[in-house]
Every structure is written in C-alpha cells, then in structure tokens.
C-alpha cells in the first residue's frame, strides 16, 4: 500500500508568490493619429449631404454659411472646453470620466448607457449603412432585398426588410473590429492613412471646383423660398452640428494616447480647426458652382457638382472619396467607441467581460466585439436613422452637463492637475453652454416627439445602473 510521504520542498510564501499585472491598455497613438481620430470621425458623409438641407431650412447663402460658422465656433468651443478636462483626466471613458468626476457615477453611467445602446452604435451602423448606400453606385445589387420577414419590426413599424448592402455593412463593421482587436496602433494607423488620403481627395474636390472657372460669384448672394426665421436657423444647426459630430471621439482614447496632457489639447484644437476651414471650403465650391435652387433639389451636392462640371467619371470619383471618407469615420467610432463600455465594466457597471484588456493586443477587445455586434443587430434591423434622431436632444443634455463640468470640477477638484486650461474661460465655456441650450430649447419646440423618445430610451437604463451598482457593493 503506497506511503504518502510529506513533501521535502518547502512551501512559498504567499507573500513572496509574485503576481502577474493585469494587462493594461497603453500610450501607442501619437499626436497625428489623435488629429486624424479628431478630423476622421467628423468629416464622414455629412458635409456632402446637409447642404441641400440647410439651405432650404434658411434660404439664404448668406445665412448658410453663418450657420456654418456658428455651429464650427460652437464645436471648436466644446473642443477648447474638453481639452481642459482631456488634459486633467487622460483616462478611458472620454465623457463618462468627465461627467462621473463632476457629479457622480450614475450621470457617468447614463451617458454610457446611451452611447452604448444607441449613439454610437446607432452611429456605427449609420455610417455603415452609408457605405453601402454610396456603393450601390457600383455594385446595384447591394440595394436589392434577400428576404422580407412578415413581422412588423422595421423603421415605422414597417415589415423588415433586409438587403444585400447590409449583409455588407455589417462585413465592414466586423472587418475593422478585427484591426482595432488587434492594436490600438494598427486601428490608429489604419485611421491616419485614411484620413491624409480623404483630406487630399476632398482637397482636389475644393480645387477642381474653385478653380474651374465655371462658377459665378452672384450665386453668395442668392435666395430661395424657405422656412426662415430663428426656427428654421436652428433647424439648420442641428444639421451643421451633425456633420460637426464627433470632434469629443479623441478624449475616449485618452488612455492610450502619448503625453496625453499636450497631444490631447493639440489634436482636439488642430483636428476641430481643420474641419472648420474644410467644411468652408467646400461650401465655397458648391455655390460658386451651383446656385442655391440646384444645392436645394440636389441629394448629393458634392457629386452633382462635378458632374457638372466634368461629367458622369468626376461624379464617380466623388463617390469613391464620400466612401474612402465614411470608411475612416467608421473605424474612428469603432476605435473609440469600444472605450465607454470599457471604462463602465471597469467600474462595475456593464458587463464584466468588457472590462478585459487582451493579454497580447493590449487592447478593450471584448467590449469592442460587443459594441460590434449589437451595432450589428442595428444595421439589421433598419432603425439606425430614427435612433440617431432620438437621441440627438439627450445627446447633447451630456455634452452641456460636460461642458458645466469645468466650472464644477474647479471648485470641487481645486487639487486636480491642469496641464491645460480652457483659453478664454470662463467665456468659452459659458458661450457653449448658452449655444447648447438654446439648441436644446428649439429642438424639443420642433421634434418633441423624437426628444420625448429619446429622454424614454435613457431613462431606460436607469433600473439596469441600480443593478450593476447592488453587485458591486457585494464583491
């Protein structure tokens, strides 16, 4: 019968055991790859759309670029506001770090919810959604229908349909999850490439246009029948500040970003500044080419106007750079948007498994594989235009509240390094808020029924904060 005999090595000490550190995220992106995160996620299809829009919201040419103007000085000031708090607090998280700081885990936590469920997956899938839209210049079949479900679940309450295109856009979506998965330096240099060569083709449009000689400058002071009036200046606002969106994407990544304390102010003011003069720019060309009756009764601006001037092959060319531009957005939103969820289940509030950084890529792999998925889900279901307008008024209630977080944070944080301060405080910040404000007051005046929605769809998440908030306290 075998002896069990004692073991003649001594056991270690478990307080000598060494312990493995968890992985980490860490600082790979350089101040270029932060600019082109900045100016990548702004400048998607917007710019070449909302023209015709805003136009026939004002009437006026003049009034147009004003609006453009406005609406850029408002986003260069939430970006001089945010780098304030980038700069202070160079985490994961972006605005759930910010507003969880200023008043707590549950204002962190809603904004995270809705960025999430509904704002930037809604926004993935738009872009997505987009890109297959512009492809089906090339390859028609995209738009064709695979099979209609009998069941009433579709945008409006309409059957669900689902076409080949999206079948496609949820390809791409999936396509550069895997190469953010795999580095944050791949994802990022992914998006700088795509950017320079977006910057140069939206370049030669501005060029080809400007320079063309085919224009007349009588056209600026043009006018056609519109809405007019504050409200439909507004309306226009809310156009511009869509094609603005996504300036705050860079301060998500703020973890992984290098001296983050001087490279998160640059490329948040840099990357603001240039889609400023681009958006003027090429809003120059249109209706130096184009009269406003032409910019209004067109649904593709940009396309029209080199159609215009050089035929159907200039069009197509346009078409290829609106989808070079949507490809760079959409691999900015996924790079960046994986952090919120991150951040969250770091804190206890989402799903475990997406507070995981992957012990090789270094990376937030499992929280951006869900984001992916249910962002996913949304292409397929068709509802990613209305989610985008629903949570435009709540969406912007969290950008106001960040923004009042400077001033909360410097009396409640007096002890909080700033390594950069907001220039023009607390001018700056104040003005932004009032824009803000003033956006959010005429929006719920017009689309009451989308605000209400939109507040619903937060407030949702509410019972959902009050449980992950009970398993924290119980580990």
């Not at 030669?204 to 009588?218: Q, T, Y």
Request: contains cysteine; positive net charge; glycine residues 10%.
């Amino acid at each position: 019968m075998p002896v069990n005999r004692p073991s003649t090595q001594s056991p270690i000490p478990a307080a000598e055991i060494p312990v493995q550190p968890r992985p980490s995220l860490q600082r790979v992106l350089g101040v270029w790859s932060a600019v082109a995160i900045v100016i990548g996620t702004v400048i998607g299809s917007g710019v070449f759309l909302v023209p015709s829009t805003m136009i026939r919201f004002v009437g006026s040419v003049k009034l147009l670029f004003i609006v453009w103007i406005v609406a850029g000085l408002l986003s260069l000031f939430g970006a001089l506001t945010y780098a304030e708090l980038a700069a202070a607090m160079p985490e994961a998280g972006g605005e759930y770090v910010y507003l969880s700081a200023a008043y707590g885990p549950f204002w962190g936590y809603i904004y995270g919810w809705t960025q999430f469920w509904v704002a930037k997956s809604g926004s993935i899938a738009t872009l997505a959604a987009g890109f297959y839209t512009y492809l089906t210049a090339f390859v028609p079949v995209l738009g064709s229908s695979i099979v209609v479900i009998p069941l009433h679940i579709g945008p409006g309450g309409s059957l669900l349909e689902i076409h080949y295109g999206q079948l496609v856009a949820i390809g791409l979506i999936l396509i550069l999850a895997a190469v953010n998965y795999v580095g944050v330096r791949s994802g990022g240099n992914v998006q700088l490439f795509v950017t320079v060569i977006k910057m140069a083709l939206i370049g030669g449009v501005i060029a080809f246009g400007l320079l063309s000689g085919r224009g007349d400058f009588s056209h600026f002071g043009g006018k056609i029948t519109a809405a007019g009036g504050m409200a439909g200046f507004f309306a226009a606002m809310v156009s511009a500040l869509w094609a603005y969106d996504g300036w705050n994407n860079v301060s998500m990544v703020s973890s992984e970003i290098r001296n983050p304390q001087r490279n998160l102010p640059r490329s948040l003011i840099v990357g603001t500044s240039a889609v400023i003069a681009t958006y003027l720019l090429i809003n120059l060309a249109y209706f130096y080419v184009l009269n406003p009756a032409q910019v209004a009764s067109s649904h593709r601006v940009a396309a029209d106007m080199m159609s215009y001037l050089h035929g159907n092959a200039a069009a197509a060319a346009v078409t290829v750079a609106v989808l070079i531009s949507i490809f760079a957005a959409l691999n900015g939103s996924i790079l960046a948007g994986a952090r919120v969820p991150y951040a969250m289940a770091r804190d206890g509030l989402f799903f475990r498994a997406a507070a995981v950084v992957h012990p090789k890529f270094h990376t937030p792999g499992n929280s951006m594989i869900l984001l992916c998925l249910w962002a996913s889900v949304v292409v397929l279901s068709g509802w990613f235009d209305d989610l985008y307008n629903f949570v435009i008024f709540g969406s912007w209630i969290l950008y106001l509240m960040t923004a009042v977080s400077v001033f909360v944070l410097r009396r409640k944080r007096r002890d909080l390094s700033r390594p950069y301060r907001v220039i023009g405080y607390p001018l700056v910040p104040v003005l932004f808020v009032c824009v803000a404000a003033l956006l959010l007051v005429s929006t719920i005046q017009t689309r009451p029924r989308e605000s209400l929605m939109g507040l619903g769809l937060m407030a949702a998440g509410i019972p959902f904060y009050f449980y992950w908030k009970s398993r924290v306290k119980k580990y």
